[in-house]
């Protein structure tokens, strides 16, 4: 396949490479990266640049993988008149995405109560396969969580009133319609609110490293300090979004015929976005999506209770405001410039988040002058990043940027490489205390499963999609 | 064997290929490579028991359903599943009767891996050949 080097950063498979291509695809990545990207990308890539609609180039981040149907790290836009939406690129584990709190406290305070902090957030914060929440909702509650999102947990008091401003769309997709989900989702979602999953999904106790504070002024206006005790929490929809992904890849894959599509992957199965399909899955991605950050609301709700059990203090003297909260497998309409004309469009993003510039709309108020907070999550051992959205993205990647480190091994691999209680002791050794479900669900997501973040981070940095505010170091770690 | 996990597939998630003499072998050893992947089996007892009956146009239909049905159960009825008893009838349409046999999920108790959120149709296929049947399943982790 030919790859035509673009920038140091930018790679580009140009539309006649493949048949069908409408777009040509392009890569983010250092010459590192890009000589270490598995050629499934490419492959996985091109076929997104052969979706209906899609504008300008199909991306992939510099944390790329293999996923299935679309990359991990894929961005692609569509238009609204022909263009479709896709189940497969957005995943799912619909608005899988990353919230970071902070604290007044610094890692002095916090540092000798760890083990006592991780193991009480280990039990008020269920994780693991299966696991169940501690709210209780009636069918008709769960519905109410999906339509209004984190505004359902401020009034039920899993939240305080400015929690919401801090989130990505306010914690609320508008236009989520739960007669659009099946019961079965229901069912397998209600008991789930408050709860970690598992995989690659952590709660995780974290220190602004003081050496590697980028931007000062940036990460005053975020709320940071050095040596600042931070929280980031790496979850999705649950059971809930999961089955609302599962039953609409099996109406797709149906509708695709109906609509005359034929697609290189199954995986891909799309609909026409304005189709009854397309809508219909739409405002049921919506309700996923709010169930989503209601998940993470409640988990903040108990982090906060935990923190203020520990320290004997209350979470608002302790500054626990959410940061930001970004949805990184999403699709969502929004206004972008093609050919000099703003259009609405249909952005899908897997595995990529949202990076907007300084000034947009959509930016909450307290940040609008310097641009949107980006959480990028790393791998439990070494450590994430904060960054800001610039003016860039939004002509470039239509304000897209990665999601974390991206993943180079597969599971199966590095649990050969690693016994999962090996790694916990490691790790307890280089000052990250760990407390996981399953020891091998430990092992597969070892350090050296991943890309190494700080080049992945670099990439977008020297593009000049995102820039660099803090690096965050973990020193307690909760996974399922 | 009767089934193998595939490394290098789908880098975040998990792949199997599973190989049955009949639609039956087939549907059970692709339950258990399943929940291989989200529990040790052996630490799960057969407790409560699940009917599931499910009718599909075609085999990978079918087993897509089959699938996606005991993924759905797990967290619905926090169910792990260790024993699966499978028939398989064809008529105008594939017919499928099973119990499903397995416990409430306990951490304490079960030595529990990675969830798995779903089925996908990322290179997924249902083969038949002359003398067995054969599948290539990826689990989104």
């Known amino acids: 396949m030919e790859i035509k080097k673009i920038s140091d950063y930018i790679w580009e498979i140009p539309a006649t490479e493949k048949e069908g291509m409408l777009v040509p695809a392009r890569i983010y990545a250092n010459e590192k990266l890009m000589s270490e990207m598995d050629s499934g990308v490419f492959e996985q890539i091109t076929n997104v640049a052969c979706l209906p609609g899609i504008q300008k180039y199909a991306y992939c981040m510099p944390d790329g993988h293999l996923g299935y149907g679309f990359p991990i790290g894929g961005v692609a836009a569509f238009s609204l008149e022909d263009g479709i939406i896709s189940p497969g690129g957005i995943g799912f584990d619909i608005n899988c995405g990353m919230r970071l709190i902070r604290t007044d406290l610094t890692a002095d305070e916090v540092e000798p109560r760890i083990k006592e902090l991780v193991d009480l957030l280990f039990k008020t914060v269920p994780a693991g396969v299966g696991s169940k929440g501690l709210v209780k909702l009636t069918p008709e509650e769960f519905k109410e969580v999906m339509v209004h999102g984190v505004n359902w947990c401020i009034e039920n008091g899993y939240g305080w009133d400015h929690d919401a401003e801090r989130i990505e769309e306010n914690g609320c997709i508008p236009g989520a319609d739960p007669s659009k989900v099946s019961e079965k989702a229901i069912s397998r979602g209600i008991k789930q609110l408050g709860t970690l999953g598992s995989g690659n999904h952590y709660l995780e106790i974290q220190i602004a490293t003081p050496e ?269 | 064997m009767p089934y193998r996990y595939l490394e290098d597939i789908a880098t975040a998630d998990a792949a199997f290929e599973v190989k049955g003499r009949t639609l039956e072998e087939l549907f059970r050893d692709a339950a258990i490579a399943t929940f291989e992947v989200m529990v040790e089996m052996k630490s799960v007892k057969n407790e409560i028991t699940k009917t599931i009956e499910l009718e599909n146009q075609t085999v990978d239909g079918l087993l897509f359903d089959w699938l996606s049905e005991l993924v759905y159960l797990k967290d619905a009825e926090a169910i792990v599943f260790s024993k699966f008893d499978v028939n398989i009838r064809k008529n105008d349409v ?48």
């Open chain 1, 212 to 480: 590697k504070i980028f931007d000062k002024n940036v990460a005053e206006v975020f709320g940071i300090f050095k040596n600042q005790v931070l929280i980031m929490v790496h979850c999705g929809s649950r059971g809930f979004g999961h089955q609302v992904g599962t039953d609409y890849l099996r109406i797709f894959d149906t509708a695709m015929k109906k609509y005359g599509i034929t697609v290189r992957d199954r995986e891909l199965a799309c609909a026409p976005f304005k189709s009854q399909e397309g809508q219909d899955y739409f405002s049921a991605m919506k309700c996923a999506a709010n169930a989503a950050f209601a998940n993470r609301q409640v988990i903040v709700h108990r982090l906060r209770e935990g923190f203020g059990s520990i320290f004997g203090r209350e979470p608002e003297e302790m500054g626990m405001d959410i940061i930001y909260d970004v949805a990184h497998n999403v699709a969502k309409l929004e206004m972008h410039d093609i050919d000099g004309v703003q259009q609405e469009l249909i952005v899908h993003r897997k595995g990529s988040t949202r990076c907007f510039g300084p000034g947009r709309k959509e930016v909450p108020a307290i940040y609008r002058k310097v641009g949107q907070p980006v959480i990028v999550g790393g791998s439990m051992e070494t450590g994430s990043y904060l960054l800001v959205g610039t003016e860039k993205a939004m002509k470039e990647t239509f304000g897209s940027t990665m999601h974390g480190s991206g993943r180079t091994m597969s599971r199966t691999a590095a649990k050969k490489k690693v016994d999962g209680a090996e790694l916990k002791k490691e790790m307890e050794k280089a000052g990250i205390i760990v407390k996981a479900v399953s020891m091998s669900g430990l092992a597969e997501e070892a350090g050296f499963a991943y890309k190494d973040i700080s080049e992945v981070v670099d990439t977008m940095e020297m593009a000049g999609i995102s820039k660099k505010v803090v690096e965050l170091k973990p020193i307690g770690n909760i996974k399922g």
């Open chain 2, 94 to 141: 594939y017919k499928l009767n099973a119990i499903a046999s397995g416990e409430g999920i306990d951490p304490e108790k079960h030595n529990l891996r990675s969830d798995v959120k779903a089925v996908t149709y990322h290179m997924y296929e249902v083969k038949e050949a002359k003398d067995h049947w054969s599948a290539k399943v990826i689990l989104d982790i």
